[in-house]
């Protein structure tokens, strides 16, 4: 789900965030984050749900069904 890693980077790097800073506030391990940005696994339901609301985009955006 290339969508999925492409947009979670580009919003991180938007907030100034590093891969460890997201992990912290997502609850997650510095390396979930870097697998999901690299495209090598995808977050559950839960987390999706997590880094959704914390950028305040809908998880539709993240999956790339919506583009707004």
Same mark, same amino acid.
């Given at each position: =789900? +290339?969508?999925?890693? $492409?947009? @979670? +980077?580009? @919003?991180?790097? $938007? /907030? +100034?965030?590093?891969? +460890?800073? @997201? !992990?912290?506030? *997502?609850?997650?391990? #510095? &390396?979930?984050?870097?697998?999901?940005?690299? %495209?090598? &696994?995808?977050?559950? =339901? $839960?987390? *999706?749900? /997590?880094?959704?609301?914390?950028? $305040?985009? &809908? !998880?539709?955006?993240? @999956?790339? /069904? /919506? #583009? %707004?």
């Amino acid at each position: =789900m +290339k969508i999925f890693s $492409e947009r @979670l +980077k580009e @919003l991180r790097i $938007e /907030k +100034k965030l590093t891969q +460890k800073q @997201l !992990a912290i506030i *997502l609850n997650t391990t #510095n &390396s979930s984050v870097c697998d999901w940005e690299c %495209d090598r &696994s995808e977050p559950d =339901m $839960e987390t *999706l749900v /997590k880094i959704s609301d914390y950028f $305040e985009v &809908s !998880a539709d955006f993240l @999956l790339g /069904k /919506k #583009n %707004d």
